[in-house]
């Protein structure tokens, strides 16, 4: 078995020891973290590249952010969904991540399903939590992220589990019906890492298991 691959088949505990131990080496990811959790937003996450790419380029031997292309941080207020409320956030923490090594964006999952339908062409139900939002990822795989609670304590959320990010393959999910994004995503992924294997969309109908 590749090196790259050691955790690829390790239980669920060995494998969420690893992510947090890559995570924390990222120091510029840990103070992305740090301030999201003192700007006070509830229940706010970073997710997709920032957390799968830094897994990919650590068990690889890569630079930390080789291939991101941006920092997803995700929060979750249902208290105001105007788009001048999340904008006013997007302004005030965004100023402070100005250091950050790429680009960040900041998304209030509470408000996606008003303007999801525009721009994806199929309308979404309203979400009731950050930890929701992953669950309608286009690829299991990159439906991972993490934060940081009041302790310091680094806190995972990953509804598909950890084992398509450790064995380094793209798996459709049928769930986020974003085909498209699917394909594109794994043929850039592949693209970058070549380590990477990217599984069909399902043509049939049947669900991935």
Known sequence: MSDHLRYAKASPDEQLGALETLVRGNGA????????????????????????????????GRPTWYGVKDIDAIYFDDTDLS??????????????????????EIRNQARVHLWFGEKFGFDVPPLKSSAEALTRYASRTH?????????????????????????FRVTPNRLGKSRQAHIEKGERAKSVWPEVEVMSWPEDGTELV
């Open 143 to 167: 439906a991972v992220a993490v934060g940081l609670d009041d302790l310091g304590r680094l806190n995972v959320e990953a509804p598909f589990g950890l084992d398509d990010l450790f064995a």
């Open 29 to 60: 990811l840990m103070s992305v973290l740090e301030i999201l959790r003192a700007a006070g937003l509830p229940q706010a996450l970073v997710g997709g590249g920032a957390v799968y790419q830094t897994v990919w380029n650590g068990l690889t």
């Open 83 to 104: 788009y001048a409320a999340e904008d006013a956030v997007i302004q005030r923490v965004g100023a402070l991540l100005s250091d950050a090594p790429v680009p960040v």
